[in-house]
Antibody, heavy 118, light 107 residues
């Protein structure tokens, strides 16, 4: 059974760093891209970027390039989404999802709510 | 950047057919997927590669993609289908983009 299990909710202050995770199981981690998706409160879905664990190649939505870093550890089958300096506008729920070869996101994590407030 | 436009809301009576549309430039040349999201839950893949139902999705869900418009059709809509629906376009030159979402209300 394919499962993506994300780390828990976070409450942070502006300027702080953050690293959230997504642990995959039930399939060969290095064979599929992983996508990160943002959903701001009451808003729609936004694709942030993707990583291919097989070669650690990444592609970013231009809106998020330079704002976040996507990485992965194939030894533990975990993908990460990282910020070095959070802003209040980063308040959102972040989802990871497995990315099929034709772009569909077939299995999703449960989401990690992130709240950034002074 | 590529943009998808979806109608903000659709209302339908139980048992009727709901049609949700998504438009974008030359959308027919890209792969379209559709997702269902209920409040407080993660999105669920409904349709992939334009018209293929994902595992476990009822047959009342169907879809098509041609020209500049993709369409998700729910035949015999049930109250359990009330949710937000998102289209997504992808081709190998992009990382994928979502439409703004359509709220389906089953009256």
């Amino acid at each position: 059974e394919v499962q993506l299990v994300q780390s828990g909710a976070e409450v942070k202050k502006p300027g702080e760093s953050l690293n959230i995770s997504c642990k995959a199981s039930g399939y060969t981690f290095s064979d599929y891209w992983i996508a990160w998706v943002r959903q701001m409160p009451g808003k729609g879905l936004e694709r942030m970027g993707i990583i291919y664990p097989g070669d650690l190649g990444t592609r970013y939505n231009p809106s998020f390039q330079g704002q976040v870093t996507i990485s992965a550890d194939t030894s533990t089958s975990v993908a990460y989404l990282q910020w070095t300096s959070l802003a209040t506008s980063d308040t959102a729920t972040y989802f990871c999802a497995r990315h099929q070869g034709t772009g569909a996101l077939d299995f999703w994590g449960q989401g990690t709510p992130v709240s950034v407030s002074s | 950047s590529y943009e998808l436009t979806a109608s903000p809301s659709v209302s339908v009576s139980p048992g009727q057919t709901a049609t949700i549309t998504c438009s974008g430039d030359k959308l027919g040349g890209k792969y379209v997927a559709w997702y269902q999201q209920k409040p407080g839950q993660s999105p669920v893949l409904v349709i992939y590669e334009d018209d293929k139902r994902f595992s476990g999705i009822p047959e009342r869900f169907s879809a098509a993609n041609s020209g500049n418009t993709a369409t998700l059709t729910i035949s015999g809509t049930q109250s359990v289908d009330e949710a937000d629906y998102y289209c997504q376009a992808w081709d190998s030159s992009m990382i994928g983009v979502f439409g703004g979402g359509t709220r389906l209300t089953v009256l």
